[in-house]
Structures are given as structure tokens and as C-alpha cells.
């Protein structure tokens, strides 16, 4: 089993910028398509963004898609998610997940798809 700790969330202003990261305890991070969703208060838990094992593909929802990147380096066991141009309404605990994929290099976008999650980060935008 996989654990997942998420860090670097915070405070910022509108159209600022924040990184988050994800550390994964697992030594086999490499065979893991890993993704990063979020969660307002009231609101479902939504898909933000996705990679697959070797970091060559990357899908992003269409709200984030052009201000956030999602990146990971194997060689850390680490994901990030680095945002730009930040808006109140991504206001919203963060949190990265983890899927055993052991064949092909693919990236999943849907919560059930995912087998492990971190405690999620707070990311606070004020307008």
C-alpha cells in the first residue's frame, strides 16, 4: 500500500501562483498513473489533472487546462501540480491519488479509477 502526503498548499491572491507537491512512500511510484482532484466545500470532488507512469502524458479538465501543469518525477516518488493565474473559484482542498498500473502508460480522470489518496492540501484564493 501506497502513502500519499500532499504539501505546498496555501494562501494566495487572485492571479497568483502556488505549487503543490505529492510524496508517495512507494519505491514503485514509476508504475503508478497518478492524478490530482479537488473538493469545495458543498461541492462534489472534481477531477483537476492527470499523468501517467513515465510522465508522458498529462490530461487536464477543461477549467484548468492552459494555468496548471501537472508534472512528476519518478526518480523522488513525487508528483506536482504547479498553478498559475489563480482564480477564487479554485479555492478547494487538493488532493493527488494513485493508481497501480502496471501495463501501458496511460492517465485515468475519473475518482473511482484511483486506489490510494492523500489527506489533501488547502488552497485558498482570495479575490
Known amino acids: 500500500q501506497v502513502h500519499l502526503v500532499e504539501s505546498g498548499g496555501g494562501l494566495v491572491q487572485a492571479g497568483g501562483s502556488l505549487g503543490l507537491s505529492c510524496a508517495a512512500s512507494?519505491?514503485?511510484?514509476?508504475?503508478?498513473?497518478m492524478g490530482w482532484f479537488r473538493q469545495a466545500p458543498g461541492k462534489e470532488r472534481e477531477f483537476v489533472a492527470a499523468i501517467s507512469q513515465s510522465g508522458g502524458r498529462t490530461y487536464y479538465s477543461d477549467f484548468v487546462k492552459g494555468r496548471f501543469t501537472i508534472s512528476r518525477d519518478n526518480s523522488k516518488n513525487t508528483m506536482y501540480l504547479h498553478m498559475n493565474s489563480l482564480k477564487p473559484e479554485d479555492t478547494a482542498v487538493y488532493y493527488c491519488?494513485?493508481?497501480?498500473?502496471?501495463?501501458?502508460?496511460?492517465?485515468?480522470?475519473?475518482?473511482?479509477?484511483?486506489?490510494?489518496w492523500g489527506q489533501g492540501t488547502q488552497v485558498t484564493v482570495s479575490s
Open positions: 512507494d519505491r514503485t511510484f514509476s508504475t503508478y498513473a
Open positions: 491519488a494513485a493508481r497501480p498500473t502496471y501495463a501501458g502508460n496511460t492517465y485515468y480522470s475519473s475518482a473511482s479509477d484511483y486506489t490510494y
